[in-house]
């Protein structure tokens, strides 16, 4: 695909379970981004990825959440122990920049988690 | 924490009509760009200014930066009905790589 692929596009999950989220990003970018994004709020950012390793993982809230990029493809959000609070939308985005100064990003659709 | 902050927080107008927004943001930038959020759906890169420039256009979009105010603004000229999106800034830091984005503005264009 052209674009950004994230799945599932929606979960509902029960408080305390464990989710998987995850992103293909487009061919060839070496950046990619987890944002959390809450009704009328905006993109809230979790962690940053240059290849496989986590550049900048200072928005991840909590120990319950992290986030892999094992092959510097694939990047695959997981969120432990879930709560309540955990429900947003997910939104994953990958870009070509690389070193300083973030060009355009191209986002996914997102994923919806609702936690019951 | 937001860098930027939109201004209004929202906005409704005719077709045809312009539809200004504005960006504030607190510390030095690389650059900043702004984004259009369809609801429900994922955001769309609409353009970039960089630090060192004061104004850029596309199409129908137009944006200014002042860095000495600290501040953006996003014009959409002679606004359509399929322009009924929120839009947000997203600033990048001068020694950093991730976007952090505003709170948005929710533009309603009415037919």
């Known amino acids: 695909g052209a674009g950004v692929s994230q799945t599932p596009s929606n979960k509902v999950t029960e408080k305390g379970k464990y989710v998987e989220l995850r992103c293909d990003p487009i061919?060839?970018?070496?950046?990619l981004y987890w944002y959390r994004q809450s009704l009328g709020q905006g993109p809230e950012f979790l962690i940053y990825f240059q290849g496989t390793g986590a550049a900048d993982d200072s928005g991840l809230p909590n120990d319950r959440f992290f986030a892999v990029r094992p092959e510097g493809s694939v990047s695959t959000l997981k969120i432990q122990r879930t709560e309540r609070g955990d429900s947003a939308v997910y939104l994953c985005?990958?870009?070509?920049?690389?070193?300083?100064?973030?060009?355009?990003?191209?986002f996914g659709e997102g994923s919806r988690l609702t936690v019951l | 924490s937001q860098q930027g902050e939109e201004d209004p927080q929202a906005l409704s107008i005719q077709e045809g009509e312009n539809a200004t927004m504005n960006c504030s943001y607190k510390t030095s930038i690389n650059n900043l760009q702004w984004y259009r959020q369809n609801s429900g759906r994922g955001l769309v890169h609409l353009i970039l200014?960089?630090?060192?420039?004061r104004e850029k256009h596309s199409g129908r979009l137009r944006v200014t930066l002042d860095t000495s105010k600290k501040s953006s603004s996003l014009l959409i000229t002679a606004s359509r009905a399929a322009d009924t999106a929120s839009y947000f800034c997203a600033t990048v830091k001068a020694a950093g790589n991730k976007l952090t984005f505003g709170g948005g503005t929710r533009v309603l264009v009415k037919p």
């Open positions: 061919s060839g970018h070496t950046a």
């Open positions: 985005a990958s870009s070509l920049a690389g070193g300083q100064g973030a060009g355009e990003l191209f």
């Open positions: 200014i960089r630090s060192n420039e």
